[in-house]
C-alpha cells in the first residue's frame, strides 16, 4: 500500500508439542520452505515495511530462520508463554519505533497471501482502529467467536469463555490482525489476563479498541489460507493445498504439467516459457527450470539450474549443484551433483557425475562413473569440449580429460589425457578359437545341458 508504513509481527512461541518432533513447529516444511519463511514471504516487504519474529526462550534456530529469510528482520524473545498480546508486547521496541499500520500474524499459519495482508490494510487507510482476518469455519471448535453488530466487530470469544450461543457462530478468528499505529500500543498494553486460562488475549484488543469509541471489523477470508498447523496431520493437508496452489500457478504461467497431481513443485521452484513436466517428478527446493526444457517422468531434481531446451530423465536424478547449459540431455538412471554441463553436452544412460566440469558438447557414455571421493576427499573430474567418453569409463578424480579427447569403452583414467588423445586402459582380447565347441562337447557326452 503506497505511502502506509507498516510493521508486521510474526508470533512464533509456540512449542508445537503435538507434532511430536524435536523440530520447532515453525520450521516443519510446506512446499520445501519453513512455514515460518511462508509467513514472512507472505507479509509486507520493501522500503516502509519492517519485520519482527518472536521466537521462544532458546530458540535461536527460529531467529536465524527469521533472518535468513529477511536479513533486515528483529527478533524477540517471549520468556513465558503468558498469551497472544503478551508475545505480541516482547516486540514492544519494535512497535515503539512508530508504523501506520501492525500487522500480527502466526507462524504456523503457511497458506495466508499478501494479498489478504493488503486487505486487512486497507480499513485502517479510512479510519478503522482495528481490522480482523475473519474465516467460516466448518467445524469452528477450539476458535475464538467474532461477534458482529451492525456490520462492526463487537467482541472476539475464545472457546473456553464462549456462551452456548456464541459456540454455535462459526465466524472464527483466524488470529491475523491489522491495528492503526496511532493507537496500537495503547490497545494491547491495556489487555488483562481475566480469563478462564489467565492468559494475556490478543483478541480483547477488540472490546478495548470499542471502549476507545474507535471502530473494529472483520475482513473474510477463505478457511484453507488461514489453517493452522499444530499436527503432522494439519502438516499434510496444508502441503496438498500449497501444491494444489503452485500446481495451478505454473500451468497458469503457461507450464504444461501432463498430470499435474503426481508433480510436487517447491514454492521457489521457477519456470521459463514452454516448460514441459512429465508424470511423477519431484522438485525440492532451488531449482529453476529454463524456457522448453522437458522433465520427463520420475526424476527428481533438487537445487538445479536447468537450461534452455534441456532433456531430463526419465527416471534422472539430480543433486544439489548441478547446472545444465543449453540442449544438455541427462538421461534414464543419471544421477548428477555438484556438476556443471555446458550447453550441448549427452550423459544419457546410467552415469555418475559428481563435482565435475563438462565442455560443450561432450557425449559421456552408458555406465561412465566420476570417481570423486576416496572416503576422506572429494576431487574434481574437468572434461574439456568435444571430448567423448566410451561406455563403462571410471574416470578418477582428480583428473583431466582435454578438449576433444577419446576415452577407449571400460577404461579406468588415473591420469590427466591431453586434448585430442586416445586414451585406453584394458587388457589384450585373448580369443581362444573352437573353445566353446569342446565346452559343449565334453559335458553333452556324459549330461544333458540344463
Ligand atoms: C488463537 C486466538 C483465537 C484464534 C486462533 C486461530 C487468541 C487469544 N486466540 O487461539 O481467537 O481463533 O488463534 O488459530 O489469540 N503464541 C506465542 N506466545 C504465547 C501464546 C501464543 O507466541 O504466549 C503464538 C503461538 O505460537 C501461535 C499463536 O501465538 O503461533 C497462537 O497461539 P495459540 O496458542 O495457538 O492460540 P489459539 O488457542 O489457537
Ligand atoms: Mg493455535
Redesign the pocket.
Known amino acids: 500500500m503506497t505511502g502506509r508504513t507498516s510493521l508486521t509481527i510474526v508470533?512464533?512461541?509456540?512449542e508445537g508439542t503435538r507434532m511430536r518432533s524435536s523440530l520447532p513447529k515453525v520450521l516443519h516444511q510446506v512446499a520445501n520452505q519453513s512455514l515460518l519463511a511462508h509467513v514472512v514471504m507472505a507479509a509486507p516487504q520493501g522500503a516502509g515495511s519492517a519485520l519482527a519474529v518472536?521466537v521462544?526462550p532458546d530458540r535461536e534456530d527460529v531467529a536465524a530462520e527469521a533472518t535468513r529469510i529477511r536479513a533486515d528482520a528483529t527478533t524477540f524473545v517471549?520468556n513465558e508463554?503468558?498469551?497472544?498480546a503478551?508475545?505480541v508486547l516482547a516486540a514492544k521496541d519494535a512497535i515503539a519505533r512508530g508504523a501506520d499500520d501492525l500487522l500480527i500474524a502466526?507462524?504456523?499459519?503457511p497458506l495466508i497471501s499478501s494479498e489478504t495482508f493488503e486487505r486487512l490494510r486497507a480499513p485502517l487507510k479510512d479510519g478503522a482502529a482495528l481490522a480482523v482476518l475473519g474465516f467460516r469455519a466448518k467445524a469452528p471448535g477450539?476458535?475464538?467467536r467474532l461477534l458482529v453488530a451492525d456490520g462492526q466487530l463487537v467482541a472476539?470469544r475464545?472457546e473456553a469463555d464462549a456462551s452456548e450461543a456464541e459456540r454455535r457462530i462459526d465466524l472464527?478468528?483466524?488470529?491475523v490482525m491489522a491495528f492503526a499505529g496511532t493507537t496500537a500500543l495503547e490497545v494491547i498494553e491495556k489487555i488483562g489476563n481475566a480469563n478462564s486460562k489467565g492468559?494475556y488475549?490478543?483478541?480483547d484488543a477488540v472490546e478495548i479498541v470499542r471502549s476507545m469509541s474507535l471502530k473494529a471489523i472483520v475482513i473474510e477470508t477463505d478457511e484453507d489460507e488461514?489453517r493452522?498447523i499444530?499436527t503432522k496431520t494439519q502438516l499434510a493437508e496444508a502441503e496438498a493445498i500449497m501444491q494444489t496452489r503452485l500446481r495451478r500457478a505454473a500451468l497458469d504461467a503457461g507450464v504444461t504439467l501432463v498430470a499435474p497431481e503426481t508433480v510436487h513443485l517447491s514454492a521457489d521452484t521457477t519456470f521459463g516459457k514452454d516448460v514441459t513436466i512429465e508424470q511423477y517428478v519431484v522438485i525440492g527446493s532451488g531449482v529453476s527450470i529454463a524456457d522448453g526444457a522437458v522433465i520427463h517422468a520420475f526424476s527428481h531434481i533438487v537445487q538445479a539450474e536447468i537450461g534452455k531446451a534441456v532433456s531430463v530423465g526419465p527416471y534422472a536424478r539430480l543433486r544439489p549443484g548441478t547446472s545444465l547449459g543449453e540442449g544438455a540431455r541427462i538421461g534414464n538412471f543419471v544421477e548428477t551433483k555438484a556438476a556443471k554441463l555446458a550447453a550441448g553436452v549427452k550423459v544419457n544412460h546410467l552415469t555418475y557425475i559428481g563435482d565435475s566440469e563438462i565442455g560443450a558438447g561432450a557425449n559421456i557414455g552408458a555406465g561412465t562413473i566420476t570417481c570423486n571421493y576416496d572416503g576422506f576427499n572429494k576431487s574434481k573430474t574437468i572434461i574439456g569440449a568435444g571430448a567423448f567418453v566410451g561406455s563403462n569409463s571410471s574416470l578418477v578424480a582428480p583428473v583431466k580429460i582435454g578438449s576433444g579427447a577419446y576415452i577407449g569403452s571400460g577404461s579406468v583414467i588415473t591420469r590427466d589425457v591431453p586434448d585430442d588423445a586416445l586414451a585406453v586402459e584394458r587388457n589384450e582380447v585373448s580369443t581362444r578359437e573352437g573353445w566353446g565347441r569342446r565346452f559343449r562337447d565334453k559335458y553333452t557326452g556324459s549330461k544333458k545341458p540344463k
Open positions: 508470533l512464533a512461541a509456540g518472536v521462544g517471549q508463554r503468558l498469551g497472544t503478551h508475545a502466526f507462524g504456523d499459519t477450539g476458535y475464538g472476539i475464545e472464527c478468528n483466524a488470529g492468559e488475549y490478543l483478541t488461514v493452522g499444530n
